[in-house]
């Protein structure tokens, strides 16, 4: 059964999109072609893929794209079409109505408050084109077999299988992972995309009330964000680092870091948020498989799957002392820090991981035959 994966705005080589999904459908006999952002047609890790042209002007691209893609998309011939990015849903409404092919919505994000979350759009147009989004996302996804990746997304689509974003297995070889934390500056770690609404300027504020530490941010980071980082600390800019500044981090590169540096802790100390509440992070299970202890934020949803599994401290994200005194514990406490990432890599590897989420991606394909 072929099948034609398609996104207009995920680079080659994402992680859910291609190592995961694409690969777990190839693995299992599947011909698999992928539309996306690429320089050019190629077939890597046997799935055929086919460069999408992206037009710089984001405007043109959400009103362009979706037919450009279908005009690609129905090419292949496909018998089921699987996309991931919502400016897509018409393509999706275009394959399902003229071809014959069985159509799959992948819904990533809660897209009717992340619009709210959008820096370039001024609130009295964010609200209400959330709320028109989410009317035609709803009645547009009466149509496709439903893929969510958030388990919470099941609130608004319960009839969606969650096909949750869990890390690649990982195996427990011995020196495979960084050991304890070694002396020196408490080194801590923050990946994905760098913003004030995911906590940067929380988490760059750190240095200013720890002395004796060192933030690195790895991810995506635009230059105005950088700017505000850099002057947030001062001149304590000789213990940060930023990878990212207006540019892609290749998840390559993020592996490197987690499987390299000995870190104290994962940051994800979010400001208070509709868009963030309810969402289990996917940094969260990448820090727990490479074995470093979490400090978040305190919302419920975080601190049950945190806390509750005894992998990491979460803390009120107003409260700059909260988060200091949680850095201050795991420094003092280097057994405490290396039980939490103990416990995070073992829990990868029996519940939170990829293998026993390809099992449902699976079954859904084997119902669509």
Known sequence: ??????????????????????????????????????????????????????????????????????????????????????????????????????????IHEDYKTSIRQKYYLPGIISYPLACLFGLFEALAARFFHLVLAEKYYSQRFPRGIQVLNYPLPRPLTPGALPGPVSPGPARLIYTGTVSGSRGAYVHAR??????????????SCRKEEADKIREI????????FLEGENQFVLPARIRHYYETGRWLAGLAVFPNSGHYRQKELTKFFEYMAAGIPI???????????????????????????????????????????????????????????????????????????
């Open 233 to 240: 600390v001062g001149d304590q800019k000789d213990r940060l």
């Open 1 to 106: 059964m072929k099948i034609c994966h398609l996104t207009s705005v995920h680079p080659a080589g994402d992680i859910r999109i291609f190592e995961k999904e694409c690969k777990s459908l190839a693995a299992h006999g599947y011909e698999v072609v992928l539309i996306i952002k690429n320089k050019e047609a190629e077939t890597r890790d046997g799935i055929k893929i086919i460069p999408f042209p992206v037009l710089k002007n984001r405007l043109l691209r959400v009103f362009l794209s979706p037919f450009r893609m279908f005009f690609l998309a129905r090419r292949q011939e496909a018998r089921v079409y699987h996309f991931h990015d919502p400016e897509l849903i018409i393509t999706g409404l275009l394959l399902r109505f003229f071809t014959k092919a069985a159509v799959v919505y992948d």
């Open 295 to 369: 400090i978040c934020s305190d919302f419920p949803v975080w601190r049950e799957l945190v806390e509750a599994n005894g992998v990491g401290l979460a803390v009120n994200p107003s409260e700059p002392g909260a988060l200091v005194e949680a850095v201050e514990f795991l420094k003092t406490h280097p057994e405490k820090a290396a039980e939490m990432g103990e416990r995070g890599k073992q829990l990868t590897q029996d519940r939170f991981n990829w293998q026993n989420e390809e099992k449902k991606l699976l079954e859904l394909y084997e119902r669509i035959k």
């Open 206 to 219: 750190l240095l200013t009330l720890v002395k004796d530490c060192e933030i690195y941010f790895i991810g």
